[in-house]
């Protein structure tokens, strides 16, 4: 039974109504948002997945017009294993779309849960249900909002999600296979952008489904706000964290936080599927900086703005920097071979037999050698001919995403046990950042592969023998 009154005309609680486009405060631009014909596509930002990424390669465009991103050239160094294909890809850029497709809360209505799919059977109609009993739930419609474009981020490959996610397993790659149970939901979270500048980008838990509904069950934790009004969480969660000082050389780790449904700041639940919600952060919002970090129980994504990658090196920085290494002519110091980084080009199916080593304890480099075996510590345990410390003995490779780099500095640092190399500064501060782990686990780790990191630090200098040093 629909329960009698009048809808009441609101929303839950939610950032909507506070950002600046609703107060006027945003540069106003003609009437008219759509994009002309043959007019280049205003970028908003690039969502990068974390231990998947691409291994070099030029910008392409996807199935879709207003979402781009680049080629991947193998499994390794964190792309996809089966290739970057369409909306199921390694790197996503999100750009003003043709037309906009945003959404904003409009009524709410209080209806009997029985009459519920009832309710919903308008597809046309965005909406979230909130299920309170057997006996009462609460809609709350949606609008078509012309000042912002959504995205939608998710398992699903269903036509309305933008960026097809599946869960990346630690160690690098994605997990594959019927037996792999995902924890990332079909609908995980939805990125609203405004059309006008500064293009501010915000982020949302849940997105809407083939029937443009977003549907929170009985056992799903939701509530009502101080106003009256409805919020919640999805099962699994969806959490952020934004750096200190910003992504660049001064960065440092921020603070995870969970995000509701209408974009709400919580802290952390006790577990990720806990039914009791944290703390409201008043203080803090859902819109995404350069350089946050989006979990979503099974992979993580960083956000970066068109300013920040301005200042992230170039795969021609990169390559640029892989020549100028190699041109220095490194030698093993006990084969005295000489070493060089392969190009990425080639790809990464074995070490080349130029390719350097490392032992991960000392950060000292050799070419490759069967020397030094203590099986006894374990398989892949080596002892250092230079300086007896034992430990792993593994190939580098040149971390080749380059927004993944706080800066532009050379290949100097190596994250331990994996081998990937970039610079000092943004190997330090991956080595410092925890990454959600299961139901509450955290874990540093390679951002190029994905890697759980180990040792004191997570890193080591490398040490060559020559002119590097």
Same mark, same amino acid.
């Given at each position: 039974m629909v329960l009698e009154g009048n809808p009441e005309v609101g929303s839950p609680r939610t950032s909507d109504l506070g950002h600046p486009g609703s107060q006027g405060s945003c540069v106003l631009s003609s009437p008219g948002e759509d994009a002309q014909p043959g007019e280049e596509p205003i970028k908003y930002g690039e969502l990068i997945v974390l231990g998947c990424c691409e291994e070099g390669g030029e910008e392409t465009e996807a199935q879709r017009g207003e979402v781009t991103g680049p080629r991947a050239h193998s499994c390794y160094n @964190?792309?996809?294993?089966?290739?970057?294909? /369409?909306?199921?890809?390694s790197r996503l850029a999100l750009?003003?779309?043709?037309?906009?497709?945003?959404?904003? $809360?409009?009524? %709410? *209505?209080?209806?009997?849960?029985?009459?519920?799919?009832k309710a919903l059977s308008n597809r046309g109609q965005h909406s979230i249900s909130y299920t309170l009993s057997r006996s009462h739930s609460v809609i709350v419609e949606y609008t078509h909002d012309s000042d912002t474009d959504m995205f939608q981020i998710g398992r699903s490959? #269903?036509? %309305? &999600?933008?960026?097809?996610?599946?869960?990346?397993?630690?160690? @690098? /790659?994605?997990?594959?296979? $019927?037996?792999?149970?995902?924890?990332?939901?079909?609908?995980?979270?939805?990125?609203?952008?405004?059309?006008?500048p500064p293009y501010t980008a915000r982020i949302?838990?849940?997105?809407?489904?083939?029937?443009?509904n977003i549907f929170?069950? #009985?056992?799903?934790?939701? !509530?009502?706000?101080?106003?009256?009004? %409805?919020?919640?969480?999805?099962?699994?969660?969806?959490?952020? %964290? *934004?750096?200190? @000082?910003?992504?660049?050389?001064?960065?440092?780790? @921020?603070?995870?936080? #969970? &995000?509701?449904?209408?974009?709400?700041?919580?802290?952390l639940r006790d577990s990720r599927s806990a039914q009791q919600r944290g703390k409201l952060v008043e203080n803090e919002s859902n819109v995404l900086q350069d350089g946050s970090l989006i979990d979503l129980c099974g992979a993580t994504l960083l956000w970066r703005t068109p300013a920040g990658l301005l200042r992230a090196p170039t795969l021609k920085q990169l390559e640029a920097q892989r020549q100028e290494a190699n041109a220095a002519r490194p030698q093993c110091p006990v084969g005295l071979s000489t070493l060089a980084f392969p190009s990425p080009a080639r790809g990464r199916t074995a070490p080349d037999k130029q390719q350097p080593w490392v032992y991960v304890r000392c950060g000292h480099v050799h070419g490759y050698h069967g020397w /030094?075996?203590?099986?006894?510590?374990?398989?892949?345990?080596? #002892?250092?001919?230079?300086?007896?410390?034992? /430990? =792993?003995?593994?190939?580098? !490779?040149?971390?080749?995403?380059?927004?993944?780099?706080?800066? =532009?500095?050379? =290949?100097? *640092?190596?994250?331990?046990?994996?081998? *990937?190399?970039?610079?000092?500064k943004t190997a330090r501060y991956w080595a410092q950042t925890p990454l959600p782990h299961g139901t509450h686990a955290f874990h540093a780790a390679c951002p190029f592969c994905g890697a759980w990191l180990?040792?004191?630090?997570?890193?080591?200098?490398?040490?060559?023998?020559? $002119?590097?040093d």
């Open positions: @964190g792309c996809l294993a089966t290739g970057d294909k /369409g909306r199921r890809r750009s003003r779309r043709p037309h906009a497709n945003g959404v904003k $809360p409009d009524v %709410m *209505h209080h209806i009997s849960t029985p009459l519920v799919s490959t #269903e036509n %309305m &999600i933008d960026f097809v996610v599946t869960d990346t397993s630690p160690g @690098g /790659g994605a997990a594959e296979g $019927p037996s792999a149970q995902s924890t990332i939901s079909r609908y995980a979270c939805r990125i609203l952008c405004d059309r006008r949302y838990a849940a997105g809407f489904d083939a029937s443009s929170l069950g #009985e056992r799903a934790a939701k !509530w009502r706000t101080p106003d009256g009004l %409805m919020d919640g969480l999805t099962t699994n969660g969806v959490l952020v %964290m *934004h750096p200190a @000082g910003g992504f660049s050389e001064d960065s440092a780790p @921020g603070v995870w936080r #969970e &995000i509701s449904v209408c974009g709400n700041v919580y802290t /030094g075996c203590r099986r006894e510590r374990g398989p892949q345990e080596r #002892e250092c001919p230079l300086c007896r410390l034992v /430990g =792993p003995y593994v190939p580098l !490779w040149l971390g080749q995403e380059a927004g993944l780099c706080l800066d =532009p500095g050379p =290949p100097s *640092h190596a994250f331990a046990p994996c081998g *990937h190399v970039c610079s000092e180990t040792g004191e630090h997570g890193c080591v200098r490398l040490i060559f023998q020559g $002119p590097l």
